[in-house]
């Protein structure tokens, strides 16, 4: 059984930065494409940017340019480093497998932009 857990999520004012961190229980970004999901109020659980297991990223139009994803597969962590927040990014944010394995979700991370 993996357990993800993420970490990193807050309150900052727009065009603030944040950097989510998201472990896991034993090592699977060796073997698996990860990425970064986020659903706000009200709306569906969207994926934001992903990383192949030889660093190739791919990142959600509305996030791309301002958010970068990266691995340490030696430290089970994925991270995602964001830069220009937005309100409109305010969400739980989620790590999981791409695509997704159902029984990864963890709690998230809220991350909340003010403007």
């Known amino acids: 059984q993996v357990q993800l857990v993420e970490s990193g999520g807050g309150l900052v004012q727009a065009g603030g930065s944040l950097r989510l961190s998201c472990a896991a229980s034993?090592?699977?970004?060796?073997?698996?494409?990860m990425g970064w999901y986020r659903q706000a109020p009200g709306k569906e659980r969207e994926l934001v940017a992903r990383i192949t297991t030889v660093g190739s990223t791919n990142y959600a139009d509305s996030v791309k340019g301002r958010f970068t994803i990266s691995r340490d597969s030696a430290q089970n962590t994925v991270y995602l480093q964001m830069n220009s927040l937005k309100p409109e990014d305010t969400a739980v944010y989620y790590c999981n497998t791409f695509p997704v394995n159902w029984t990864y979700w963890g709690q998230g991370t809220q991350v909340t932009v003010s403007s």
């Open positions: 034993r090592s699977i970004f060796s073997i698996k494409t």
